[in-house]
């Protein structure tokens, strides 16, 4: 089983749309988590961390679920802007500092 | 802050040659990641350092890849001999100290 999964989609919505990704990790010492975006031939950016009581930046909402080890993104009203990968990645446990990728989730919008 | 900065951006080499990839972190920031991103394989991490030295280096393909931080504002990537597999995307990523990575635009490499 892969450390962090995520269905690859890709995910085709129309403008305005609502959108969930979900991501699940199989270690549960897991402690910090993120999603990233990747546009097509571009380096992974930030998109948000994501706290264990929920946290939203705008249109995006980042939800943890210890108890059931997954992770999800919810972006309400989709922009063609958003159409991009995006990576769920999450911290290994047992002090080491290096991020595990999940393989991402194609998202398009179209008008 | 201009942000993590690679160099080259693009390299094409042949097949046995010497390749090196350069990165300069965001200052500040005591760690330093290396990344290879493939169609096939997707974000793999080579090699991360914490106050330039080498913390973790279990993803470097084979004894053909070394990386070096001698400052905390320079890293580098070294392919020799460089094969046709090696070709992929580079990144270098530094990060802050909440965890937070970010990365550079990437070397795009590809060995002829």
């Known amino acids: 089983r892969k450390e962090v999964e995520q269905d690859p989609g890709p995910f085709n919505v129309p403008e305005g749309a609502t959108v969930a990704f979900n991501c699940t990790y199989s270690?549960?010492?897991?402690?910090?988590f993120f999603w990233y975006r990747q546009d097509c031939r571009k380096e992974p950016k930030l998109l948000m961390s994501?706290?264990?009581s929920g946290n939203e930046d705008g249109r995006f909402t980042a939800q943890l679920n210890r108890a059931s080890q997954y992770i999800s993104l919810l972006i309400r009203d989709s922009k063609l802007s958003d159409s991009a990968t995006y990576l769920c990645?999450?911290?290994?446990?047992?002090?080491?500092?290096?991020?595990?990728f999940g393989a991402g989730t194609r998202l398009a919008v179209h008008p | 802050d201009a942000g993590v900065i690679q160099s080259p951006r693009h390299e094409v080499t042949e097949m046995g040659q010497e390749v090196t990839l350069r990165c300069k972190p965001i200052?500040?920031?005591?760690?330093l990641f290396w990344y290879r991103q493939t169609m096939m394989r997707g974000l793999e991490l080579l090699i991360y350092?914490?106050?330039?030295?080498?913390?973790?280096d279990s993803g470097m393909p084979e004894d053909r890849f070394s990386a070096k931080m001698p400052n905390a504002s320079f890293s580098t990537l070294k392919i020799q001999p460089s094969e046709p597999r090696d070709s992929a995307v580079y990144f270098c990523?530094?990060?802050?100290?909440?965890?937070?990575?970010?990365f550079g635009p990437g070397t795009r490499l590809t060995v002829l």
């Open positions: 350092f914490n106050n330039n030295v080498p913390i973790d």
């Open positions: 990523a530094s990060m802050t100290e909440y965890n937070e990575q970010f």
């Open positions: 200052s500040g920031h005591d760690y």
């Open positions: 990645v999450v911290m290994a446990s047992g002090g080491y500092n290096k991020l595990i």
């Open positions: 270690n549960s010492a897991s402690q910090s």
């Open positions: 994501v706290y264990s």
